[in-house]
């Protein structure tokens, strides 16, 4: 284990030697994670059912995988079944909320139970920016389906 440790800092430095990241690079991805939430507040994930099945070693073919993240003031619980998306607000409020991917996006409204969903999904990454009556907009992070 101790000779993997060394192998990889053998390889870090030496690619820092012959292949160093420039400075300029360095400092626009400081700038650009910094400018993330500037326009809605990033919902962070409270729970993954992928990280609880893999604590416990419980595998089911086909089981939807589920997902909730929380921001001060709204909580967003996904079920992610296949190529449909299934979702639920809290507090409870019809609104807009958009599927963003990186070459578009759907837009779907939650009823009047907070309540939404999203079918034919491609597969590949994605995330919900979610426009409460209240308060700023909020995004989740990006989740793959």
């Known amino acids: 284990m101790d000779d993997d440790f060394a192998l990889e800092n053998e390889l870090r430095a030496i690619a ?19 400018l993330r939430t500037l326009d809605a507040e990033l919902a962070l994930l409270a729970f993954d059912s992928w990280d609880e099945r893999a604590a416990t070693r419980v595998r089911g073919p086909g089981a939807p995988r589920l997902l909730t993240f929380r921001t001060a003031e709204v909580e967003v619980e996904l079920e992610v079944a296949g190529r449909r998306l299934m979702g639920r607000l809290t507090p409870s409020v019809a609104t807009d909320i958009r599927v963003q991917r990186r070459d578009g996006e759907q837009r779907v409204r939650s009823d009047g ?19 409460p009556p209240s308060g700023g907009p909020v995004v989740t992070s990006w989740i793959r389906v």
Not at 24 to 30: I, P, Q, R, Y
Not at 117 to 130: E, H, I, K, Q
């Open 113 to 131: 139970l907070g309540r939404f969903s999203a079918d034919a999904l491609t597969p590949g990454p994605l995330r919900l920016r979610v426009v």
């Open 16 to 34: 820092s030697l012959l292949d160093p990241v420039p400075p300029e690079l360095l400092e626009d991805a400081m700038r650009a994670f910094t």
